[in-house]
């Protein structure tokens, strides 16, 4: 529990401080440890965090996806990647050792081993549940064979997932319908909701159309069809987004793992589901945390970010407490875990310009918010620029020189006689 009362107050008298120099800080980033190939390249998203939901994909109630992890049979690449080990061992290609405890299975599973299940539950606070039947499938043919026959990554998932078709029933899958933006229903449409295919390894992506991730299966490029049926023609599986064009029907994501397993590119493209247009792409800011930070994102050992809470907002997880000049009072608990966080609105002539504040006591696992102490902890400053440009649509705000703080009181423990400021 951390009670910040007066300290509010002292930064809102100090905000014109902070608007003089908000545009002359130097942004210094941390070191960072991920940068997310990201196929969706554009703007952030244009319109003020409103309580919308899910764009293209329900952030609310139970969610159950496909999960496929693909290898091509001829992968060479990192033999020593125990995790997913790549030869077969008695004619038989072992698979990813996760491949039981990557998702829930089931709604009352409640793994805490920071699985996707686990991360998301987390991050809404219990509003949104994704469960998951995973697969592993080796390809039918090689890599080679995919290259030297102008097959891109569209053709591949939809041969893999054709393959699926005849051991797999894909009705658990389709419990969702889209009637229009911010318009996703519990209803089935014939339409499979959500597929994730995570592949172990593609060399040279760009010549397959894959990237590190991207939020569709693929586009077809030579006239393939846009969405093909399943389950003896009962539903169907689309490609592309239908954010880059209405003519996609598509609602699934792929991502190249390449030696390590980086939950976070899977949570990012997933999220291209709820906050993307054709226009705004949806990436918000770089260089602290957000399911759509592009590029140096703080994450944790195991390769996750916190959502920010521009995006919590967005999304309908989190509605922040607004301040003003006379607000007196406002107790913050831990942001990750409780959820909490507020917004000060920056005076002047943009709707979308805000300070956010967000307390990190690293109450949560996926929560890492200074990558270099792991025992960091403290109130961070969001400056929602009210711009759409995805490198500055958020920025975390450096307390270098520019935020003022008066302690209330000055103590002097035996371990520091010279007195310690209490806030
Ligand atoms: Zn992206």
Redesign the pocket.
């Known amino acids: 529990m951390y009670i910040i009362l007066n300290k509010i107050l002292k930064v809102l008298k100090t905000l014109n401080y902070l608007l003089l120099f908000a545009f002359l800080t130097i942004q210094i980033f941390p070191q960072t440890y991920s940068d997310?190939d990201?196929?969706?390249t554009g703007f952030g998203e244009s319109t003020v965090a409103s309580q919308k939901g899910g764009k293209w994909m329900t952030a609310r109630d139970t969610l159950k996806v496909l999960i496929v992890f693909v290898q091509f049979p001829d992968d060479a690449y990192d033999t020593t990647f125990t995790l997913w080990p790549t030869n077969p061992v008695s004619e038989i290609y072992p698979g990813p050792t996760f491949l039981k405890t990557y998702i829930d299975s089931t709604t009352s599973q409640m793994s805490t081993n920071g699985n996707l299940t686990h991360y998301f539950r987390e991050m809404s606070v219990g509003q949104f549940t994704i469960i998951g039947k995973t697969r592993f499938v080796v390809t039918p043919h090689t890599y080679q064979y995919y290259l030297n026959n102008g097959w891109l990554r569209w053709n591949i998932n939809m041969e893999v997932l054709q393959q699926l078709d005849a051991t797999l029933d894909f009705a658990e899958f389709d419990k969702w319908k889209r009637y229009g933006e911010y318009d996703v229903r519990k209803e089935s449409d014939g339409r499979v909701d959500d597929i994730f295919m995570i592949y172990r390894n593609v060399p040279n992506m760009s010549s397959l159309f894959f990237y590190g991730?991207e939020?569709s299966l693929g586009y077809p490029q030579t006239g393939e069809p846009l969405e093909f049926f399943v389950d003896g023609g009962l539903r169907k599986i689309g490609s592309g987004h239908p954010a880059v064009s209405s003519s996609y029907p598509g609602m699934g994501t792929t991502s190249v793992m390449g030696g390590t397993i980086p939950y976070q590119v899977q949570v990012?493209?997933f999220s291209?589901h709820w906050m993307t247009d054709g226009q705004y792409?949806?990436?918000s800011g770089n260089g602290f945390w957000g399911m759509?930070s592009?590029w140096g994102c703080r994450l944790n050992s195991q390769g996750y970010c916190p959502p920010n809470s521009y995006e919590r907002e967005l999304i309908g997880w989190n509605a922040p407490d607004s301040i003003y000049q006379t607000t007196l009072g406002i107790t913050l608990t831990d942001y990750v875990q409780t959820n909490r966080s507020v917004k000060i609105k920056v005076p002047g002539s943009n709707p979308n310009e805000f300070f956010r504040l967000e307390y990190h006591l690293k109450l949560s696992q996926f929560d890492n918010p200074e990558v270099h102490d792991p025992n960091a902890k403290g109130l961070y400053l969001i400056h929602q620029t009210g711009n759409t440009n995805p490198f500055s649509q958020l920025r975390l705000t450096p307390a270098d020189g520019c935020w003022y703080w008066t302690a209330d009181t000055i103590v002097h423990p035996p371990y520091y006689p010279s007195g310690l400021a209490v806030y």
């Open positions: 997310i990201c196929g969706m991730g939020s990012h493209e291209h792409y949806g990436h759509l592009d």
